[in-house]
């Protein structure tokens, strides 16, 4: 179990590297900007370059040995953070955010790509559980991991405030050169033993996308698992485009990233409880419970213009996201052969984001020209605009509940389906797939 741990610690400084780079482009762009479109633009590309790129991750963390995928990861950020660096100090459009620019939307999808590239490891650490830790404690052990992402998002939120307010990009991309190099220097000092075949087996060395859905399509139920996460990222992409803009609409941004600090213990306590208790005997159980409280929450979370809903709110929201991903994971990595878990994994990536981009970058526009018009002087405003608040901060906040209520819906539908039974089948039958069924 040591290596697991070490390698756990090696991925929150990665984690906490990427996120504050993303966090920070985000809280940057929109201070200089103001604009939502925006912030949703910079959404949609972290969205579509994690779908577009998952399996070709996958594919690159089957064939090589997965220390060595972290490793190249790591050094992949520092060269491409190094770059956005350069490009910021030699071009003024950049520095002053004319989003008219080119080489503005350039710049950003250069840094994102830094970012993106990060999710190699995001793959490479599911399977490595799946060969450090016994079948039987998996579920707590993705439950650490969980708690790890937490400690990044709490230190992520706060750095990034902080390093915007103080630095803008340049104090940023800083940073996330100095913190990849010592990634990357932290892993030569970690030793995974990876047997041979997971290096040497017959799957073609290459993005095997039909071998990869035979899998899927063999396991009962498995690829409706996979439809349920990526609609769930459907309407997940609506917080990933507003809640930042409606974040700061509310407060400074010091305050945003203090505030993204305190909430984002939920996700370390979340973890802690995970790792202790695990996730009961149906995973998949679990992970539809989880969808149908933090949906219900999203829909009443900023019903009012208070900080102190948007806290509780956000507060729930992250304890629960680690439950529902560890239990997604723990599924896979107990009907899916561990020589297919990287492209599974990847694949299950690519499907889940590739929803995202569309609410993403349909989602900014339609609350910048309609739904904050509606609240702000249009018929919304007329009709409960005495109760629920008017103006553009209000606009957002519109998308939000209509966004949970349909999240209820969907997760209702599933709990019912002939899929939901299946896949808890698979799972308490126990063994994976044999790859040679997969290939028939």
């Not at 956005?84 to 503005?104: N, Q």
Request: include cysteine; proline fraction near 3%.
């Amino acid at each position: 179990m040591r290596p697991f741990h070490q390698l756990l610690i090696n991925n929150l400084i990665a984690n906490i590297t990427n996120f504050t780079v993303w966090f920070a482009i985000t809280f940057w762009i929109f201070l200089e900007t103001r604009s939502v479109f925006a912030t949703g633009m910079i959404a949609g590309i972290y969205l579509v370059l994690t779908g577009a790129l998952g399996i070709w991750f996958g594919s690159l963390v089957d064939h090589h040995r997965k220390r060595s995928m972290m490793l190249v990861s790591s050094i992949a950020s520092l060269a491409i953070y190094a770059a956005a660096l350069g490009a910021y100090a030699f071009d003024p459009a950049i520095r002053v955010a004319a989003t008219d620019s080119v080489a503005l939307w350039l710049f950003v999808l250069l840094t994102m790509l830094g970012v993106i590239v990060g999710n190699i490891r995001m793959i490479a650490l599911p399977t490595l559980v799946t060969l450090l830790v016994p079948a039987d404690r998996r579920d707590k052990a993705n439950g650490l991991v969980g708690m790890v992402s937490g400690i990044g998002f709490l230190t992520t939120s706060a750095i990034s405030g902080f390093l915007v307010a103080w630095g803008g990009m340049v104090a940023t991309l800083a940073f996330a050169i100095i913190f990849s190099l010592v990634a990357a220097l932290d892993l030569l000092f970690v030793s995974v033993d990876e047997p041979r075949e997971a290096d040497a087996h017959d799957a073609p060395r290459r993005i095997d996308l039909a071998g990869t859905f035979r899998v899927v399509r063999a396991i009962p139920g498995l690829f409706a698992l996979i439809l349920f996460a990526a609609f769930n990222n459907l309407l997940g992409g609506v917080f990933m485009a507003l809640m930042d803009a409606y974040g700061l609409s509310l407060m400074k941004v010091e305050q945003w990233g203090l505030l993204w600090a305190f909430v984002s213990c939920a996700f370390i306590l979340a973890g802690m409880v995970i790792a202790r208790t695990g996730l009961g005997a149906n995973p998949v159980r679990t992970l539809l419970l989880v969808n149908l409280i933090v949906w219900a929450v999203a829909a009443v979370f900023t019903i009012q213009s208070s900080i102190i809903l948007l806290t509780i709110g956000c507060f729930i929201w992250l304890f629960l996201g680690p439950y529902a991903e560890a239990a997604e994971q723990t599924t896979l990595q107990k009907v899916v052969p561990f020589e297919r878990q990287g492209r599974v994994f990847g694949f299950a990536q690519s499907v889940e984001q590739a929803a995202s981009p569309l609410t993403a970058f349909l989602i900014a526009p339609l609350t910048q020209f309609i739904f904050v018009p509606l609240m702000t002087s249009g018929a919304g405003a007329e009709m409960i605009g005495d109760w629920y608040g008017r103006g553009a901060e209000r606009g957002i906040a519109i998308v939000f509940t209509i966004t949970g209520l349909l999240g209820v819906l969907a997760t209702l539908v599933a709990f019912r389906s002939q899929a939901y039974r299946q896949i808890s089948a698979a799972y308490a039958a126990g063994a994976p797939l044999d790859e040679n069924a997969a290939q028939r």
